[in-house]
């Protein structure tokens, strides 16, 4: 039982590139969302996905996009990367209801920007 | 919106028992949770307070006072693998995302 996986787990992307960050769980959770973290802080959440097909802007969305097409799947592209987006990402799922407070992260990707 | 008060530090010695705080403003509420991070590792699930009082994990504790926008994690018998940075989270009303604090990093000392 894989979890949550994220791929790549480093990258690193000159100012102007593209990329996409594919993240995949086993667990047949409803909600999944992207969150980046950098040094000394906390995570913020970068947008989430409450079901196939849906996705929804969380606290810092700029920059990002993201698509569910498959429930187990869920990508987040950056379309013309910034230094200012150089962090560890962390990608997560979870149950519905009280359940959505019990995240299960993946290993994280860390992304440098030059 | 969502903001979340912890201390930035604490430091234990090991055996010890230490609490670390969390106070949060949310424009609606869905449970009070706490996650472990070590350096370069990803933040695991400790606990979760949907209603007041104390949960109790273990050698780990979570107390929540919705009625005073408060909630502590308490860790008894350190070790010195509780070395690690810990974070609250707050979940939304609608139930479907969680708002972290800026985490608090415990480093135990022999």
């Known amino acids: 039982n894989a979890g949550v996986t994220q791929t790549p787990k480093f990258r690193v992307l000159k100012t102007g590139q593209s990329m996409t960050l594919l993240c995949a769980q086993d667990?047949?959770?409803?909600?999944m969302y992207w969150y980046r973290q950098d040094p000394g802080m906390g995570l913020r959440l970068i947008h989430y996905?409450?079901?196939?097909?849906?996705?929804a802007k969380g606290e810092v969305p700029d920059g990002y996009n993201v698509s569910r097409l498959k429930k187990q799947n869920f990508l987040l592209g950056l379309e013309s990367a910034a230094p200012s987006q150089t962090s560890v990402y962390f990608c997560?799922?979870?149950?519905?209801?009280?359940?959505?407070?019990?995240?299960?992260f993946g290993a994280g990707s860390r992304l440098t920007v030059l | 919106g969502q903001s979340l008060e912890q201390p930035s530090e604490v430091t234990a010695v090991e055996g010890a028992i230490v609490q670390i705080n969390c106070t949060y403003q949310?424009?609606?509420?869905?449970?009070l949770s706490w996650y472990q991070q070590h350096d370069g590792g990803a933040p695991t699930f400790l606990s979760y307070?949907?209603?007041?009082g104390l949960e109790e994990t273990g050698r780990f504790s979570s107390f929540l006072s919705r009625s005073d926008s408060y909630g502590y994690l308490l860790l008894q018998e350190l070790q010195m693998k509780d070395s690690a940075s810990y974070f609250c989270?707050?979940?939304?009303?609608?139930?479907?995302?969680?708002?972290f604090g800026g985490g608090t990093r415990l480093m135990v000392k022999p």
């Open positions: 997560a799922s979870s149950k519905v209801g009280s359940g959505a407070n019990v995240l299960t």
């Open positions: 667990m047949n959770h409803e909600y």
């Open positions: 996905s409450v079901g196939e097909g849906t996705t």
């Open positions: 949310t424009s609606g509420f869905y449970g």
């Open positions: 307070n949907a209603l007041d």
């Open positions: 989270a707050v979940g939304n009303n609608a139930g479907n995302m969680l708002t």
